[in-house]
Protein backbone atom coordinates (compact mmCIF):
# COMPACT_ATOMS: atom_id res chain seq x y z
CA UNK A 1 0.00 0.00 0.00
CA UNK A 2 1.43 3.11 -1.18
CA UNK A 3 1.44 6.27 0.94
CA UNK A 4 2.65 9.21 -1.42
CA UNK A 5 1.47 12.67 -0.50
CA UNK A 6 -1.29 11.78 -3.19
CA UNK A 7 -3.22 10.19 -0.81
CA UNK A 8 -4.74 11.94 2.05
CA UNK A 9 -5.19 9.37 4.62
CA UNK A 10 -3.84 5.97 4.04
CA UNK A 11 -4.83 3.27 7.41
CA UNK A 12 -2.21 0.26 7.59
CA UNK A 13 -3.48 -2.58 9.42
CA UNK A 14 -5.10 -0.63 11.78
CA UNK A 15 -6.24 -1.84 15.19
CA UNK A 16 -7.65 0.07 18.26
CA UNK A 17 -8.56 -1.47 21.30
CA UNK A 18 -9.77 0.92 24.02
CA UNK A 19 -8.15 1.27 27.64
CA UNK A 20 -6.10 -1.46 26.38
CA UNK A 21 -4.17 -3.24 29.08
CA UNK A 22 -7.07 -2.76 31.65
CA UNK A 23 -9.69 -5.48 32.57
CA UNK A 24 -11.77 -3.18 30.59
CA UNK A 25 -9.82 -3.64 27.16
CA UNK A 26 -12.33 -3.28 24.37
CA UNK A 27 -11.63 -4.07 20.75
CA UNK A 28 -13.04 -1.54 18.33
CA UNK A 29 -11.08 -2.23 15.19
CA UNK A 30 -9.14 -4.59 13.81
CA UNK A 31 -6.71 -4.73 10.74
CA UNK A 32 -8.18 -2.22 9.05
CA UNK A 33 -6.90 -1.39 5.75
CA UNK A 34 -8.48 2.22 3.70
CA UNK A 35 -7.26 4.83 1.29
CA UNK A 36 -8.66 8.12 1.12
CA UNK A 37 -7.48 9.45 -1.82
CA UNK A 38 -6.65 13.27 -2.20
CA UNK A 39 -9.67 15.56 -3.20
CA UNK A 40 -11.72 12.16 -3.40
CA UNK A 41 -15.33 11.72 -1.12
CA UNK A 42 -15.61 8.87 1.05
CA UNK A 43 -18.47 7.53 3.48
CA UNK A 44 -17.82 4.93 6.08
CA UNK A 45 -21.47 2.64 6.33
CA UNK A 46 -21.75 0.16 9.25
CA UNK A 47 -23.89 -1.06 12.25
CA UNK A 48 -24.12 1.25 15.49
CA UNK A 49 -20.82 0.40 17.57
CA UNK A 50 -18.54 -0.87 14.99
CA UNK A 51 -16.14 1.77 15.06
CA UNK A 52 -16.53 4.22 12.85
CA UNK A 53 -16.81 7.36 15.14
CA UNK A 54 -13.62 5.71 16.62
CA UNK A 55 -11.88 5.68 12.76
CA UNK A 56 -12.55 9.18 12.82
CA UNK A 57 -10.88 9.87 16.10
CA UNK A 58 -7.85 7.81 15.28
CA UNK A 59 -7.39 10.13 11.92
CA UNK A 60 -8.16 13.07 13.70
CA UNK A 61 -5.02 12.19 15.81
CA UNK A 62 -7.26 12.89 19.09
CA UNK A 63 -6.83 9.28 20.02
CA UNK A 64 -3.80 6.81 19.02
CA UNK A 65 -3.86 3.54 17.02
CA UNK A 66 -2.72 0.73 19.36
CA UNK A 67 -1.46 -1.54 15.76
CA UNK A 68 -0.91 -0.37 12.56
CA UNK A 69 -0.53 2.69 11.52
CA UNK A 70 -2.36 6.10 9.93
CA UNK A 71 -0.65 8.49 7.58
CA UNK A 72 -1.88 11.72 6.33
CA UNK A 73 -0.45 12.60 3.31
CA UNK A 74 2.70 10.60 3.13
CA UNK A 75 3.34 11.67 7.32
CA UNK A 76 2.38 9.88 9.50
CA UNK A 77 -0.76 11.13 12.17
CA UNK A 78 0.44 11.94 15.56
CA UNK A 79 -1.17 14.18 17.17
CA UNK A 80 -4.44 16.64 15.97
CA UNK A 81 -4.02 19.35 12.97
CA UNK A 82 -6.23 21.91 11.98
CA UNK A 83 -5.74 20.30 8.31
CA UNK A 84 -7.29 17.21 10.13
CA UNK A 85 -10.66 18.64 10.58
CA UNK A 86 -13.50 16.73 12.60
CA UNK A 87 -16.84 18.00 12.91
CA UNK A 88 -19.13 16.45 15.71
CA UNK A 89 -22.74 14.76 14.98
CA UNK A 90 -23.50 16.87 17.96
CA UNK A 91 -23.02 20.68 17.62
CA UNK A 92 -19.62 21.44 19.33
CA UNK A 93 -19.84 24.65 18.88
CA UNK A 94 -19.00 27.62 22.16
CA UNK A 95 -22.49 28.71 23.02
CA UNK A 96 -20.82 31.88 25.27
CA UNK A 97 -18.95 33.28 21.55
CA UNK A 98 -20.58 34.56 18.40
CA UNK A 99 -21.39 32.67 15.14
CA UNK A 100 -18.05 34.54 13.60
CA UNK A 101 -15.85 34.16 16.73
CA UNK A 102 -16.86 30.45 16.74
CA UNK A 103 -15.64 30.59 12.98
CA UNK A 104 -12.23 32.16 13.83
CA UNK A 105 -11.96 30.34 17.02
CA UNK A 106 -9.15 28.25 15.32
CA UNK A 107 -7.60 31.65 13.89
CA UNK A 108 -8.07 34.20 16.79
CA UNK A 109 -5.38 31.63 18.95
CA UNK A 110 -2.87 32.38 16.22
CA UNK A 111 -1.64 36.10 15.64
CA UNK A 112 -4.29 36.61 13.01
CA UNK A 113 -5.80 40.24 13.19
CA UNK A 114 -9.55 41.53 13.93
CA UNK A 115 -9.08 42.54 10.25
CA UNK A 116 -8.19 39.49 9.06
CA UNK A 117 -10.38 37.11 10.96
CA UNK A 118 -13.32 39.19 9.79
CA UNK A 119 -13.04 38.63 6.27
CA UNK A 120 -11.64 34.77 7.28
CA UNK A 121 -15.40 34.90 8.96
CA UNK A 122 -17.25 36.00 5.95
CA UNK A 123 -15.32 34.60 3.86
CA UNK A 124 -16.30 31.50 5.35
CA UNK A 125 -19.72 32.06 6.45
CA UNK A 126 -20.78 33.04 2.59
CA UNK A 127 -19.70 30.13 1.84
CA UNK A 128 -22.30 28.18 4.06
CA UNK A 129 -25.14 30.97 3.26
CA UNK A 130 -25.08 32.45 6.80
CA UNK A 131 -23.18 35.73 6.44
CA UNK A 132 -26.67 36.96 8.10
CA UNK A 133 -26.24 35.25 11.23
CA UNK A 134 -22.55 36.36 11.69
CA UNK A 135 -23.31 37.84 14.98
CA UNK A 136 -25.72 35.57 16.38
CA UNK A 137 -25.08 33.51 19.13
CA UNK A 138 -25.17 29.52 18.61
CA UNK A 139 -28.37 28.85 20.65
CA UNK A 140 -30.18 31.54 18.22
CA UNK A 141 -29.70 28.91 15.31
CA UNK A 142 -31.65 25.71 14.20
CA UNK A 143 -29.98 22.66 14.31
CA UNK A 144 -28.88 22.68 10.22
CA UNK A 145 -27.31 26.11 11.02
CA UNK A 146 -25.32 25.28 13.36
CA UNK A 147 -24.07 22.33 11.88
CA UNK A 148 -23.15 24.74 8.53
CA UNK A 149 -21.27 27.14 11.04
CA UNK A 150 -19.26 23.96 12.22
CA UNK A 151 -18.53 23.43 8.78
CA UNK A 152 -17.39 27.13 8.09
CA UNK A 153 -15.24 26.85 11.04
CA UNK A 154 -13.53 23.63 9.72
CA UNK A 155 -13.04 25.17 6.32
CA UNK A 156 -11.92 28.50 8.63
CA UNK A 157 -8.87 26.74 9.32
CA UNK A 158 -8.23 25.57 5.94
CA UNK A 159 -8.58 21.74 5.64
CA UNK A 160 -7.08 19.37 3.66
CA UNK A 161 -9.11 16.52 5.01
CA UNK A 162 -12.69 16.91 6.39
CA UNK A 163 -13.78 14.30 9.01
CA UNK A 164 -17.29 14.51 9.22
CA UNK A 165 -19.00 12.14 11.74
CA UNK A 166 -22.84 11.77 10.94
CA UNK A 167 -22.72 15.56 11.29
CA UNK A 168 -26.92 15.18 9.85
CA UNK A 169 -27.82 12.16 11.83
CA UNK A 170 -30.19 14.66 14.06
CA UNK A 171 -31.52 16.43 11.12
CA UNK A 172 -35.19 16.22 9.43
CA UNK A 173 -35.11 14.41 5.93
CA UNK A 174 -35.47 17.77 3.73
CA UNK A 175 -33.07 19.71 6.02
CA UNK A 176 -30.94 16.76 5.47
CA UNK A 177 -31.11 16.65 1.96
CA UNK A 178 -30.38 20.41 1.87
CA UNK A 179 -27.36 20.01 3.72
CA UNK A 180 -26.15 16.94 1.34
CA UNK A 181 -26.10 19.57 -1.72
CA UNK A 182 -24.28 22.51 0.51
CA UNK A 183 -21.99 20.20 1.41
CA UNK A 184 -21.20 18.70 -2.05
CA UNK A 185 -20.74 22.10 -3.11
CA UNK A 186 -18.33 23.14 -0.86
CA UNK A 187 -16.44 20.18 -0.65
CA UNK A 188 -15.93 21.06 -4.81
CA UNK A 189 -14.70 24.35 -4.42
CA UNK A 190 -12.55 23.16 -1.49
CA UNK A 191 -10.50 20.70 -3.11
CA UNK A 192 -10.77 19.25 0.46
CA UNK A 193 -11.07 15.63 0.92
CA UNK A 194 -13.85 13.81 2.85
CA UNK A 195 -14.11 10.78 5.14
CA UNK A 196 -18.03 11.59 6.19
CA UNK A 197 -19.66 8.54 8.84
CA UNK A 198 -23.37 7.73 8.54
CA UNK A 199 -25.84 5.02 9.14
CA UNK A 200 -27.98 5.85 6.14
CA UNK A 201 -27.37 4.08 2.84
CA UNK A 202 -29.60 6.73 1.27
CA UNK A 203 -27.02 9.52 2.39
CA UNK A 204 -23.93 7.32 0.99
CA UNK A 205 -25.61 7.19 -2.35
CA UNK A 206 -26.20 10.89 -2.39
CA UNK A 207 -22.45 11.72 -1.12
CA UNK A 208 -19.60 9.41 -1.95
CA UNK A 209 -17.37 8.67 -4.77
CA UNK A 210 -16.69 5.22 -3.40
CA UNK A 211 -18.81 3.21 0.34
CA UNK A 212 -16.65 2.01 2.46
CA UNK A 213 -19.40 -0.90 4.73
CA UNK A 214 -17.17 -1.93 7.76
CA UNK A 215 -18.51 -5.25 9.73
CA UNK A 216 -19.76 -5.12 12.80
CA UNK A 217 -17.44 -4.73 16.22
CA UNK A 218 -14.24 -5.30 16.15
CA UNK A 219 -14.77 -3.16 12.60
CA UNK A 220 -13.18 -3.72 9.57
CA UNK A 221 -13.76 -3.51 5.91
CA UNK A 222 -16.10 -5.66 4.82
CA UNK A 223 -16.47 -4.18 0.99
CA UNK A 224 -15.99 -1.22 -0.85
CA UNK A 225 -18.58 -0.38 -3.14
CA UNK A 226 -17.81 2.44 -5.80
CA UNK A 227 -20.26 4.88 -6.45
CA UNK A 228 -19.56 5.98 -10.70
CA UNK A 229 -23.08 7.75 -10.65
CA UNK A 230 -23.07 11.87 -11.51
CA UNK A 231 -24.34 14.09 -9.80
CA UNK A 232 -27.00 15.63 -8.97
CA UNK A 233 -27.79 11.75 -8.41
CA UNK A 234 -31.47 11.15 -9.43
CA UNK A 235 -32.09 8.42 -6.13
CA UNK A 236 -34.97 6.81 -7.62
CA UNK A 237 -32.34 5.74 -10.99
CA UNK A 238 -32.55 1.96 -11.74
CA UNK A 239 -28.80 2.52 -10.62
CA UNK A 240 -28.97 3.74 -7.52
CA UNK A 241 -32.20 1.61 -6.86
CA UNK A 242 -29.36 -1.20 -7.54
CA UNK A 243 -27.04 -0.09 -4.58
CA UNK A 244 -29.33 0.31 -2.51
CA UNK A 245 -30.13 -3.19 -2.42
CA UNK A 246 -26.72 -4.27 -2.25
CA UNK A 247 -25.78 -1.99 0.47
CA UNK A 248 -28.74 -2.83 2.22
CA UNK A 249 -27.68 -6.26 1.57
CA UNK A 250 -24.26 -5.87 2.99
CA UNK A 251 -25.57 -3.70 5.93
CA UNK A 252 -28.19 -5.92 7.17
CA UNK A 253 -26.43 -8.97 7.76
CA UNK A 254 -23.82 -7.05 9.50
CA UNK A 255 -26.93 -5.22 11.90
CA UNK A 256 -27.83 -8.81 12.38
CA UNK A 257 -24.63 -9.97 13.46
CA UNK A 258 -23.99 -7.50 15.97
CA UNK A 259 -27.57 -7.83 17.91
CA UNK A 260 -27.06 -11.15 18.35
CA UNK A 261 -23.64 -10.91 19.73
CA UNK A 262 -25.19 -8.32 21.98
CA UNK A 263 -27.78 -10.55 22.96
CA UNK A 264 -25.24 -13.18 23.43
CA UNK A 265 -23.45 -10.30 25.90
CA UNK A 266 -26.43 -9.46 27.94
CA UNK B 1 -63.94 30.48 8.26
CA UNK B 2 -64.36 34.51 7.51
CA UNK B 3 -65.18 35.05 10.99
CA UNK B 4 -62.29 33.36 12.32
CA UNK B 5 -60.22 35.60 10.49
CA UNK B 6 -62.14 39.01 11.46
CA UNK B 7 -61.64 37.48 14.88
CA UNK B 8 -58.11 36.79 15.09
CA UNK B 9 -56.92 39.94 13.42
CA UNK B 10 -59.21 42.35 16.00
CA UNK B 11 -57.31 40.20 18.62
CA UNK B 12 -54.10 40.91 17.67
CA UNK B 13 -54.83 44.51 16.78
CA UNK B 14 -56.08 44.52 21.08
CA UNK B 15 -53.19 42.86 22.02
CA UNK B 16 -50.81 44.21 19.84
CA UNK B 17 -50.68 48.26 20.54
CA UNK B 18 -50.96 48.23 24.07
CA UNK B 19 -47.86 45.90 24.24
CA UNK B 20 -45.84 48.26 22.18
CA UNK B 21 -46.70 51.08 23.77
CA UNK B 22 -45.44 50.35 27.16
CA UNK B 23 -42.64 48.83 26.37
CA UNK B 24 -41.56 47.33 30.04
CA UNK B 25 -45.37 46.10 30.75
CA UNK B 26 -44.32 42.94 29.54
CA UNK B 27 -41.87 42.47 32.04
CA UNK B 28 -43.52 43.81 34.71
CA UNK B 29 -46.57 41.07 33.96
CA UNK B 30 -44.33 38.38 33.95
CA UNK B 31 -43.27 39.28 37.66
CA UNK B 32 -46.53 40.17 38.80
CA UNK B 33 -47.85 36.89 39.65
CA UNK B 34 -44.50 35.52 41.25
CA UNK B 35 -44.59 39.34 43.48
CA UNK B 36 -48.35 38.50 44.41
CA UNK B 37 -47.99 35.20 45.17
CA UNK B 38 -44.76 36.09 47.76
CA UNK B 39 -47.16 38.59 49.37
CA UNK B 40 -50.22 36.09 49.59
CA UNK B 41 -47.80 33.51 51.08
CA UNK B 42 -46.55 35.73 53.38
CA UNK B 43 -49.85 37.01 54.47
CA UNK B 44 -51.12 33.75 54.97
CA UNK B 45 -48.28 33.16 57.25
CA UNK B 46 -49.03 36.35 59.33
CA UNK B 47 -52.48 35.86 59.72
CA UNK B 48 -51.98 32.31 61.13
CA UNK B 49 -49.84 33.84 63.84
CA UNK B 50 -51.68 36.34 64.03
CA UNK B 51 -54.56 34.33 64.39
CA UNK B 52 -53.20 31.74 66.91
CA UNK B 53 -52.34 35.32 69.24
CA UNK B 54 -55.77 36.27 69.08
CA UNK B 55 -57.38 32.50 70.27
CA UNK B 56 -54.75 32.81 73.21
CA UNK B 57 -52.47 29.63 71.82
CA UNK B 58 -49.48 31.50 71.20
CA UNK B 59 -47.89 32.85 74.59
CA UNK B 60 -47.25 36.48 73.43
CA UNK B 61 -44.30 36.39 75.46
CA UNK B 62 -42.53 33.35 73.43
CA UNK B 63 -43.93 33.75 70.69
CA UNK B 64 -44.86 37.80 69.95
CA UNK B 65 -47.19 37.76 66.94
CA UNK B 66 -45.58 40.06 63.92
CA UNK B 67 -48.01 43.15 64.44
CA UNK B 68 -46.21 43.37 67.80
CA UNK B 69 -42.51 43.16 67.07
CA UNK B 70 -42.60 44.90 63.57
CA UNK B 71 -45.03 47.68 64.76
CA UNK B 72 -42.99 49.61 66.80
CA UNK B 73 -40.09 50.14 64.57
CA UNK B 74 -38.31 52.94 66.91
CA UNK B 75 -38.26 51.09 69.55
CA UNK B 76 -36.95 48.01 68.09
CA UNK B 77 -34.33 50.14 66.41
CA UNK B 78 -32.57 51.36 69.88
CA UNK B 79 -31.56 47.54 70.30
CA UNK B 80 -29.33 47.95 67.49
CA UNK B 81 -26.45 50.47 69.17
CA UNK B 82 -23.47 50.72 66.80
CA UNK B 83 -21.82 53.88 68.89
CA UNK B 84 -18.05 53.34 68.87
CA UNK B 85 -17.71 55.45 72.42
CA UNK B 86 -14.49 53.51 72.83
CA UNK B 87 -12.54 55.44 70.13
CA UNK B 88 -10.99 57.87 70.72
CA UNK B 89 -12.27 61.66 69.66
CA UNK B 90 -15.80 59.86 69.34
CA UNK B 91 -17.79 62.00 71.74
CA UNK B 92 -20.77 60.20 73.93
CA UNK B 93 -23.28 61.98 71.82
CA UNK B 94 -22.07 61.09 68.48
CA UNK B 95 -23.95 57.62 68.10
CA UNK B 96 -25.90 57.15 65.08
CA UNK B 97 -29.63 57.40 65.38
CA UNK B 98 -31.61 53.83 65.68
CA UNK B 99 -32.77 53.99 62.23
CA UNK B 100 -28.94 54.33 60.98
CA UNK B 101 -27.89 51.69 63.59
CA UNK B 102 -29.95 49.46 61.82
CA UNK B 103 -29.12 49.63 58.52
CA UNK B 104 -25.27 50.15 59.84
CA UNK B 105 -25.75 46.62 61.45
CA UNK B 106 -27.14 45.13 58.16
CA UNK B 107 -24.31 46.53 56.03
CA UNK B 108 -22.30 45.12 58.70
CA UNK B 109 -23.22 41.75 58.35
CA UNK B 110 -24.00 42.19 53.98
CA UNK B 111 -20.31 43.49 53.99
CA UNK B 112 -18.92 40.31 55.38
CA UNK B 113 -20.72 37.84 53.74
CA UNK B 114 -20.04 39.72 50.46
CA UNK B 115 -16.21 39.61 50.91
CA UNK B 116 -15.69 36.49 52.45
CA UNK B 117 -17.73 35.15 49.53
CA UNK B 118 -16.06 37.24 46.82
CA UNK B 119 -12.04 36.01 48.69
CA UNK B 120 -13.67 32.33 48.69
CA UNK B 121 -15.16 32.69 44.91
CA UNK B 122 -11.64 34.19 43.98
CA UNK B 123 -9.30 31.89 45.46
CA UNK B 124 -11.48 28.21 45.01
CA UNK B 125 -11.49 29.19 41.57
CA UNK B 126 -7.93 29.61 41.52
CA UNK B 127 -6.70 26.82 43.46
CA UNK B 128 -9.27 24.53 41.60
CA UNK B 129 -7.57 25.49 38.04
CA UNK B 130 -4.40 25.52 39.02
CA UNK B 131 -5.28 21.85 41.08
CA UNK B 132 -5.78 20.24 36.89
CA UNK B 133 -3.58 22.71 35.21
CA UNK B 134 -0.42 21.21 37.39
CA UNK B 135 -0.87 17.94 38.21
CA UNK B 136 2.26 18.11 40.58
CA UNK B 137 0.11 20.80 42.83
CA UNK B 138 -3.00 18.55 42.37
CA UNK B 139 -1.17 15.62 43.91
CA UNK B 140 0.34 17.55 46.45
CA UNK B 141 -2.77 19.85 47.56
CA UNK B 142 -5.64 17.74 46.51
CA UNK B 143 -5.81 15.24 49.39
CA UNK B 144 -5.48 17.58 52.16
CA UNK B 145 -8.50 19.41 50.68
CA UNK B 146 -10.71 16.52 50.44
CA UNK B 147 -9.83 15.70 53.88
CA UNK B 148 -10.65 19.38 55.20
CA UNK B 149 -13.88 19.62 53.38
CA UNK B 150 -16.46 18.12 55.64
CA UNK B 151 -15.50 20.02 58.56
CA UNK B 152 -17.57 21.45 60.02
CA UNK B 153 -16.93 25.51 59.57
CA UNK B 154 -18.00 26.10 63.17
CA UNK B 155 -14.72 24.00 64.53
CA UNK B 156 -12.42 26.91 62.62
CA UNK B 157 -13.96 29.93 64.84
CA UNK B 158 -11.70 29.36 67.42
CA UNK B 159 -9.16 29.52 64.85
CA UNK B 160 -10.54 32.38 63.27
CA UNK B 161 -10.36 34.46 67.16
CA UNK B 162 -6.43 32.97 67.74
CA UNK B 163 -5.97 34.68 64.37
CA UNK B 164 -7.68 37.45 63.84
CA UNK B 165 -9.09 38.06 67.06
CA UNK B 166 -12.17 40.69 66.92
CA UNK B 167 -13.66 42.87 63.50
CA UNK B 168 -15.05 41.56 60.26
CA UNK B 169 -11.47 39.56 59.60
CA UNK B 170 -12.25 36.60 61.40
CA UNK B 171 -15.93 36.75 60.31
CA UNK B 172 -14.75 37.01 56.78
CA UNK B 173 -11.81 34.89 57.22
CA UNK B 174 -14.80 32.09 58.81
CA UNK B 175 -16.75 32.31 55.43
CA UNK B 176 -13.54 32.04 53.45
CA UNK B 177 -12.67 29.00 54.83
CA UNK B 178 -16.58 27.51 55.01
CA UNK B 179 -16.70 27.91 51.45
CA UNK B 180 -13.56 27.32 49.97
CA UNK B 181 -12.39 23.80 50.06
CA UNK B 182 -15.85 22.63 49.16
CA UNK B 183 -16.05 25.46 46.08
CA UNK B 184 -12.02 24.20 44.77
CA UNK B 185 -14.40 20.95 44.91
CA UNK B 186 -16.75 22.10 42.75
CA UNK B 187 -14.48 23.72 40.54
CA UNK B 188 -12.68 20.50 40.00
CA UNK B 189 -15.82 18.80 39.16
CA UNK B 190 -17.10 21.26 36.75
CA UNK B 191 -13.59 20.99 34.73
CA UNK B 192 -13.56 17.00 34.83
CA UNK B 193 -17.06 17.59 33.54
CA UNK B 194 -16.45 19.75 30.51
CA UNK B 195 -17.74 18.56 27.12
CA UNK B 196 -15.23 16.61 25.78
CA UNK B 197 -16.02 18.12 21.96
CA UNK B 198 -15.39 21.43 22.95
CA UNK B 199 -11.76 20.28 24.18
CA UNK B 200 -11.56 18.08 20.85
CA UNK B 201 -12.44 21.63 19.06
CA UNK B 202 -9.93 23.57 21.13
CA UNK B 203 -6.77 20.85 20.37
CA UNK B 204 -7.58 20.04 16.70
CA UNK B 205 -7.62 23.91 16.29
CA UNK B 206 -4.32 24.05 17.68
CA UNK B 207 -5.18 25.55 21.29
CA UNK B 208 -1.74 25.51 23.73
CA UNK B 209 -2.52 24.05 27.50
CA UNK B 210 -3.33 28.14 28.56
CA UNK B 211 -5.14 28.93 25.77
CA UNK B 212 -7.22 25.34 26.16
CA UNK B 213 -8.19 26.70 29.67
CA UNK B 214 -8.43 30.38 29.20
CA UNK B 215 -10.87 29.95 26.42
CA UNK B 216 -12.56 26.73 26.97
CA UNK B 217 -12.43 25.37 30.32
CA UNK B 218 -13.07 28.85 31.84
CA UNK B 219 -16.01 29.91 29.96
CA UNK B 220 -17.42 26.39 30.07
CA UNK B 221 -17.31 26.10 34.08
CA UNK B 222 -18.62 29.06 34.87
CA UNK B 223 -22.47 28.55 34.93
CA UNK B 224 -21.79 25.46 37.42
CA UNK B 225 -19.68 27.76 39.48
CA UNK B 226 -22.23 30.58 39.93
CA UNK B 227 -24.87 28.07 41.09
CA UNK B 228 -22.53 26.94 43.47
CA UNK B 229 -21.72 30.08 44.87
CA UNK B 230 -25.53 31.25 44.97
CA UNK B 231 -25.86 27.90 47.09
CA UNK B 232 -23.18 28.11 49.18
CA UNK B 233 -24.59 32.07 49.72
CA UNK B 234 -26.88 30.65 52.45
CA UNK B 235 -24.10 28.99 54.57
CA UNK B 236 -22.19 31.81 54.50
CA UNK B 237 -24.56 34.15 55.88
CA UNK B 238 -25.30 31.54 58.67
CA UNK B 239 -21.39 31.79 59.45
CA UNK B 240 -21.55 35.24 59.50
CA UNK B 241 -24.25 35.38 61.75
CA UNK B 242 -22.60 32.16 64.07
CA UNK B 243 -19.19 34.41 63.58
CA UNK B 244 -21.01 38.08 65.23
CA UNK B 245 -22.78 36.19 68.06
CA UNK B 246 -19.37 35.10 69.25
CA UNK B 247 -18.93 38.59 69.27
CA UNK B 248 -16.39 39.89 66.18
CA UNK B 249 -18.10 43.55 66.61
CA UNK B 250 -21.85 45.16 65.66
CA UNK B 251 -24.07 43.09 63.14
CA UNK B 252 -27.27 40.96 62.60
CA UNK B 253 -25.93 37.84 64.77
CA UNK B 254 -24.97 40.27 67.81
CA UNK B 255 -28.05 41.72 67.97
CA UNK B 256 -29.61 38.06 68.11
CA UNK B 257 -27.40 37.48 70.56
CA UNK B 258 -28.30 40.19 72.88
CA UNK B 259 -31.72 39.14 71.99
CA UNK B 260 -30.95 36.56 73.48
CA UNK B 261 -29.25 37.26 76.77
CA UNK B 262 -32.09 39.95 77.48
CA UNK B 263 -34.82 37.46 76.48
CA UNK B 264 -36.59 39.92 74.09
CA UNK B 265 -38.04 37.21 71.58
CA UNK B 266 -39.93 39.91 69.53
CA UNK B 267 -35.91 40.82 68.69
CA UNK B 268 -34.90 38.01 67.54
CA UNK B 269 -38.28 37.43 65.48
CA UNK B 270 -37.55 41.48 64.03
CA UNK B 271 -34.16 40.78 62.89
CA UNK B 272 -35.34 37.19 61.55
CA UNK B 273 -37.27 39.23 59.31
CA UNK B 274 -34.30 41.48 58.58
CA UNK B 275 -32.14 38.74 57.82
CA UNK B 276 -34.69 37.01 55.65
CA UNK B 277 -35.31 40.09 53.86
CA UNK B 278 -31.30 41.09 52.83
CA UNK B 279 -30.90 37.46 52.15
CA UNK B 280 -33.53 37.01 49.93
CA UNK B 281 -32.47 40.65 48.00
CA UNK B 282 -28.74 39.63 47.87
CA UNK B 283 -29.81 36.00 46.14
CA UNK B 284 -31.98 38.47 43.92
CA UNK B 285 -28.76 40.37 43.32
CA UNK B 286 -26.36 37.39 42.41
CA UNK B 287 -29.36 35.88 39.66
CA UNK B 288 -28.93 39.49 37.93
CA UNK B 289 -25.37 38.99 37.83
CA UNK B 290 -25.76 35.61 36.85
CA UNK B 291 -27.79 36.40 33.58
CA UNK B 292 -25.25 39.26 32.71
CA UNK B 293 -22.31 37.31 32.98
CA UNK B 294 -23.78 34.16 31.12
CA UNK B 295 -25.96 35.75 28.88
CA UNK B 296 -25.48 32.81 26.69
CA UNK B 297 -27.15 30.48 29.40
CA UNK B 298 -30.91 29.51 28.32
CA UNK B 299 -33.15 30.57 31.09
CA UNK B 300 -34.42 27.79 33.45
CA UNK B 301 -30.74 26.29 32.86
CA UNK B 302 -27.88 26.53 34.87
CA UNK B 303 -30.00 28.66 37.19
CA UNK B 304 -31.96 26.82 39.71
CA UNK B 305 -35.21 28.79 38.62
N1 LIG C 1 -13.70 6.63 24.67
C1 LIG C 1 -14.00 5.32 24.64
N2 LIG C 1 -13.57 4.51 25.63
C2 LIG C 1 -13.84 3.19 25.60
N3 LIG C 1 -14.55 2.58 24.65
C3 LIG C 1 -15.02 3.32 23.64
C4 LIG C 1 -14.77 4.73 23.58
N4 LIG C 1 -15.36 5.21 22.47
C5 LIG C 1 -15.95 4.16 21.88
N5 LIG C 1 -15.74 3.01 22.55
C6 LIG C 1 -16.22 1.67 22.18
O1 LIG C 1 -15.72 1.35 20.90
C7 LIG C 1 -16.72 0.73 20.11
C8 LIG C 1 -16.89 1.50 18.83
O2 LIG C 1 -17.46 2.76 19.16
P1 LIG C 1 -17.70 3.90 18.09
O3 LIG C 1 -18.22 5.07 18.82
O4 LIG C 1 -16.49 4.06 17.28
O5 LIG C 1 -18.86 3.22 17.21
P2 LIG C 1 -19.67 3.86 16.00
O6 LIG C 1 -19.51 2.96 14.87
O7 LIG C 1 -19.31 5.29 15.83
O8 LIG C 1 -21.15 3.74 16.56
P3 LIG C 1 -22.38 4.72 16.29
O9 LIG C 1 -22.79 4.47 14.89
O10 LIG C 1 -23.41 4.24 17.27
O11 LIG C 1 -21.91 6.09 16.54
C9 LIG C 1 -17.98 0.67 20.94
O12 LIG C 1 -18.14 -0.65 21.41
C10 LIG C 1 -17.73 1.62 22.07
O13 LIG C 1 -18.31 1.11 23.24
MG1 LIG D 1 -20.31 7.16 16.23
Known amino acids: MNSTPDNAIVCKDVGKIWAQGTDRAHEALVSLDLEVKAGEFVVLLGPSGCGKSTLLYLCAGLESVTAGEINAFGKPVREPAPERSLIFQESSLFPWLTVSQNVTFGLSLGSANAEERRAVAEDVLSKVGLLAAMDKRPDELSGGMRQRVAVARALAMKPKVLLMDEPFAALDVQTRAKMQDFLLDVWRTSNASVLFVTHHIDEAIALADRVVVFTSRPGTVKEIVPIDLPRPRDQFSTEAMQLRMQLTELLSSEVERAFAEQEAIL | ?305
Open chain 2, 1 to 305: MQQSAAESGSVESGAGVPVSRFPGSERIKKLLPGIGWTFLSVGLFTLIWEFAWFMGWADPKLLPPPHVFMGDLPSQAKNFNTAQRWQIGTGTSDAPSPGMAVLITIFSSTYRVMLGLLCAAVVSIATGIAIRYWSLFGKLTLPTITLLAPVSPIAWLPVAIFLFGIGDAPAIFMVFIALFFTMTLATITQIDSVNVNYLNVARTMGASKLQTYTRVVLPAILPGLLVVLRLNLFGAWMVVLIAEATGVGYGLGQVIMLARNTFNPGLVFFTIVLIGITGFLFDYALRLLQSKILYWVPKGQGSLG
